[in-house]
């Protein structure tokens, strides 16, 4: 049986890493996106470090001069999914990380796995987005995970001053 490649069609694009994501120890990040035409692409998966992009969102690229992927320079308009990064405690079981999935699928929420420490989840609704905080709060007073937005008002835009 063949399996559905969900990347065909699609483009990586760079976002170089501003802020405090560059203390993940990369200097951009790789995603999936789709050409709009006139340098403009749709982002198709869940960014792990860039702040301030989400999925579905348009962005602008300029060419790398030095041949490789294009460069992200701008949010031309910001997705519809809302993003979160889980970090899990390197002490955390299998089943304890299974658990916070396992509760954020009944939601319907989308995964990007850097890591097993690392995860990105994306929320599709505000209302999504309202309830996690509270829905996670148990598993972090148990020490299980910290997480955070990836909309972040002090962190530099896309395409910002470096």
């Known amino acids: 049986m063949d399996r559905i490649?969900?990347?065909?069609?699609?483009?990586?694009?760079?976002?170089?890493?501003?802020?405090?994501?560059?203390?993940?120890?990369?200097?951009?990040?790789?995603?999936?996106?789709?050409?709009?035409?006139?340098?403009?692409?749709?982002?198709?998966?869940?960014?792990?470090?860039?702040?301030?992009?989400?999925?579905r969102a348009i962005v602008e690229c300029e060419p790398d001069p030095a041949g490789g992927l294009p460069i992200v320079t701008r949010v031309i308009e910001q997705g519809d999914c809302f993003t979160i990064r889980l970090y899990f405690g390197p002490a955390t079981s299998d089943e304890q990380i299974q658990s916070v999935i396992d509760l954020l699928s009944q939601r319907r929420a989308l995964f990007e796995k850097n890591s097993r420490e690392l995860w990105a989840v994306g929320l599709r609704t505000p209302e999504d987005y309202e309830w996690v905080g509270m829905a996670?709060?148990?598993?972090?007073?148990?020490?299980?995970?910290?997480?955070?937005?990836?909309?972040?008002?002090?962190?530099?835009?896309?395409?910002?001053?470096?």
Do not use: C, H
Request: net charge negative.
């Open 5 to 55: 490649n969900p990347n065909e069609g699609l483009v990586k694009v760079r976002v170089r890493l501003l802020g405090s994501a560059l203390q993940s120890g990369y200097e951009s990040e790789t995603l999936w996106a789709e050409f709009l035409g006139t340098n403009r692409y749709r982002i198709w998966n869940l960014p792990v470090f860039v702040y301030n992009l989400n999925m």
């Open 136 to 162: 996670l709060e148990p598993f972090v007073q148990d020490g299980i995970l910290t997480f955070e937005s990836s909309l972040q008002r002090e962190e530099p835009a896309v395409g910002g001053a470096a």
